[in-house]
């Protein structure tokens, strides 16, 4: 049978796909028929019955959004009883319509605007007194003008059928009806804006730029957001030189058009008026703000005299992974090649190093599955904390596979399954959860791989690597692994038959794991877990490492870390530099005397005293930002950066996709793309004499530099998707598989207390988003109900955190959440804070990856008198 | 002794019955369900009452036994039966008196239709208002769970069945089938869009059967006394008796059981005792309110699905209301509407912002306040409510408005041209609200 029917449509014949909508067909063959409630993503509800179709035989006009097309059909959309139904359906609807659209922010891109005028001129028969709503809120962020609303229910449909929410409801009936958050309750959603972007008309707008603008005057730009390693495409859009919106349109990019609040709401951070926008230099009593011209003098002066002196190994570089590739590339020529220097590293030494890193080792490739595998797939394992948070897109894509293609979740982490506002919430929707103690992952994986092992392990697996895996988990008891992660055998076996009874299985490792200790090892035996379940090499199969920085596999596939050169060429171990780490030790051994920072702060990141110590040590310190930070504060040269919005570049997510990035806005103030200033000091490093640094500038753009980037990849580059069998071989001949016993930690009245990241705030650049900083504008301490009832603790309460030693403890607001596991606490990282140094601090005995992200705390209460 | 033989109200008809089991099974009661589940096949059960004729009597008149043959028979999972006792049509009051009075009749049929659709499970989704009646049913069900006629293994022929009492919250809107449906499940009730249909989508997507109590009523006698006997009463493609509720102004309102296709004149002088007052009738409603309405020439109309529909109305529930010669048809017409404008669910555009916008005109012409033209932008709304809407709600509330202007069209633009209304000076103050 043919999957192609043949239709009439107003006397032409289309040809299309069976279970296309009328209203599709007829689009393509030239005939939009006018629309509210329909939406290509959305299930059709025929409510707004504005695309009414005259089709042959039926005696009632029919609904083109809500009806399939049919092989012979015959379907009119313009004829006379058409129009007339049509115009019927307008005038109903523009009755109660008040006309506010000089003032109403949706003006210019307004369905009922556009559909209105496609009627022509008419007089409205409406005579009557307009029924009004007032004006109220959905919370902070979004404003809600029912009187504009068309009843159309695509927020409400959105918010249930896409995010998952289910935040937003009809509230009473006939004319009264309105939108309004589910049981009147305050909005409490994940603020995705999805809302604001789906309504036709302007009945739900973003408070952030209120009035800001008309939509016509705003200049828009496809890009890449900053926010996470999602990499979802979105639309910037900018009036005069600010960002004032920010969008994605309907299946764009990687996200398909839908976003999360970070993407919709925190474009903020861009023109916030912290940005550093001219270059400072350290004078011996004070700063100064100086030209480029000065600054790239004394940039290259002051590198050149260290490596003068102490050799260009005393000189040492580190670049934020959510700098483009060009960026990164550029950079680690610089220090490289320019420097000379083999010390250079990027924030993905925080973590996701672990994951390119284990699975180059295992596999010959990063690139191990994509969202359309998670989509396809029937069971997922995720390995990933609370991934709505961290990953909101690729936890959407999660919850589609889930909810529409009935795929099996299995999730594994320590918080509580139960979901108690309308964010959404991963283990509420599995269909295993393993709720495992804190910390204890490594376990966990322990317990899958010897529930595999012991059943019915793939046959695919390379031999002595099984023998290897079978002798490593021997002589590890259930018992003694039930006693650390709190799973038992039968669950671990159930979890394991799902997985490994999948057809199309995927496993999704998030920060929980890259992040937490021994990450490296974790990944690699997440890595022969996935073997072991036959989830790698075939379609659809396979690995996805959710990455925190937006470029983290592109900092690392650029060459910015001492273990690659671009294109992830594994470097000798005798050239093989120092990570972040390591030269921060080095500089206080005296041994690193220049250090060039990059986006990066390990004065906050590294909770160690050490590192002031080290970096009051060096001789120079250049730090290119865009916000002052504690490190800034001892630069001796301060160079302001564009941020993601200013420059054009790319950005490869964790898939590894490679995607274009283009400058929506100027550069904000002086600052400059991070490629321009590297490129300047390439030269400004190789010339002798003083010349104007625009003379300087080695490339013309970013394009050039991607060009350039491209031609130093080895062949090859960018790896396939997929495992290579010689790779794989050769790990099976070379692996050494240990595993750390498993081991029960006892609370002793302690809380296991997480530190970790918020939906609403990625790093510390969302803190300058308005938008954000109104979702959460400082740190609470999570905790459960019945945790704080027991401790008599009310909502704000202000408690006290400290560690085992006499450290000084950390002063913070409660707030109760059922989602965190009793004798848990969950504090979020965005925020300035020291309570970081009352964790346990360990390092990564291979990649060198800082953890101290989790560990045990006291929790006391403040008493009245002592605050 | 009734005129005619009662089938439905014959044993309430005995003075003192209570409607308990027992009694009920004193009666014979029960038997049509014992009889089905040990002799009769599902096909053969489903096939009888095609040929008895039975139509809804909610209002649409469907053939039951037609719906009942909709239900996918190979398929396997659970399906439905919902009876729809959400009886709110103004001025229908019928199923509230066969379930407070004689419940056990209504579940003996729910019973044998649950057995030829193949459903373990039955719901009755009662009006929210109808706090008598679903007690009297919870206990009903009670007392028919002890005596093991519903639950596990009735009269041992390992049939199991389930029925649930679902109070509705008063929504006019939760009667029409889908609403109901979306009801139950916990959801607002709003009409689903058709298709797909409740035979194949219906209670959580699985096959569902939705019949009014009068329907269900029926079908133990067509079980008892045969298909033919109860096709030989009525008229044509209109078989079995019919509860006629009659309100307004007549001398004895009231429910009534006669054989379809009594004329309407009989049912309103001879069992209602003709107008109170012996004033003129001006106008009728035959088939509840969203039935359009009739004049003094209609009188004769026989009162089975064809004949009615044949003069421009509609059987609909059989509500007949009356109105007398100093009714003011426009104000009739707005106290409808409010009704209709009240219980529009907002879902859809036209049936939403249409029921407000002829509600004010109406407002203003019964106020004083008509403007030329008004008549014909009241038409013009209800031309495109017509037939627009998701459900057959936008249908029955244009059916008082557009009859009247049709058949007093005069009225309307008295109210216009004199500036008030002739039967109420002070209309304005009165619905000042």
Sequence with gaps: MSSEVTLKINGRDVRVEKGTRVIEAAKLAGAEIAHFCYHPKLKPDANCRMCLVEIEKMPKLQTSCSTEVAEGMVVETASEKVLDAQKGVMAFLLGNHPLDCPECDQGGECQLQDFAHQYGAMTSPFGEVKRTFEKSYFGPLIEKEMNRCVSCLRCVRYCDEVIGSNALGSMNRGSMHEVGAFARQELDCEFCGGCIQICPVGALTSRLAMFDYRTWQLKKTESICNYCG???????????????????ETGTGRNGGDLCARGFFGYGAVNHESRLTRPVFRLADGMLEVTWQWAFEKASEGLKAVIEKHGPQAVGGVISAQCTNEAVYLFQKLMRETVGTLHVDSGARFGYINAVSALTEVFGSARMASYEDILASDCLLVFAGEMTETNPITALKVKEAVRKNKAKLITVSPYNSRRETYISHLPHLAHRHLQIAVGSESSAILGLTKALLETDPASAIPRPLLEKMKAAVSGISFESIEAASGISEAQFREAAALFRSAQRGVLIVGRSVLRGEAGYQSMLRLAELAMLAGQVGRPGCGMLALAKESNAFGAIEMGGVPEFLPGLQVTVPEARGHTLLEMIDAAGRGEIKALYLVGENPLRSIPQKKVEAALQNLELLICQDLYPTETTDLADIILPACSYAEQSGHFTNQEGEIQKLRA????VGNAKPDWEIFSTLIHALKTKEKRPYQELLGHASADVVWKEAVMAMPQGWPTQKGASPEALSAYAAGAQITWPLPKKVEAAGRFALQVGQSLFHAGRMSTYASGLSTLMGAPAVLIHPEDAEHLGLDPDELVQLSGDSEKEGVRLPVKTSKKIAEGTLFVPEHFALTLKTLLPFTVDETTGVPYGDRGWVVLSKVSVAAS | MPKYELILFKNMAQPGYKGSLEEYRETGGYTALEKVLKDISPAEVIDEVKKSGLRGRGGAGFPTGLKWSFIPKDQVGPRYLCCNADESEPGTYKDRQLMERDPHQMLEGMAICCYAIGAQRAYIYIRGEFDLGAEILERAIDEAYKAKVIGKDIFGSGFNLDISVHRGAGAYICGEETALLESI???????????????????????????????LANVPHIINRGAEWFASIGVGKSTGTRIFSVSGHVKKPGNYEVPMGVTLREMIYEFAGGVRGDKQLKAFIPGGASAPMMKPEHLDTPMDFESVAAAGSMLGSGAITVMDEDTCIVWAATNLMEFFHHESCGQCTPCREGSAWVLQI??????????AGDVDQLEYLCKHIEGKTVCAFGEAEIGPILSSINHFRAEYEQHIEEKGCPFHPNAALSMAH
């Design chain 2, 185 to 215: 499940e916990g959801k607002r009730g709003k009409p689903r869009i058709k298709p797909p249909f409740p035979a194949i989508h219906g209670l959580y997507q699985e096959p569902t059967v939705i019949n009014n109590v009068e329907t």
């Design chain 1, 230 to 248: 999602d990499g979802c495409t979105l639309t910037l859009e900018a009036a005069k030189a600010e960002i004032t919106r920010v969008s994605s």
């Design chain 1, 664 to 667: 929506a806005i100027d550069p």
């Design chain 2, 362 to 371: 109406l407002y203003r012409i019964e106020q004083g306040h008509g403007r």
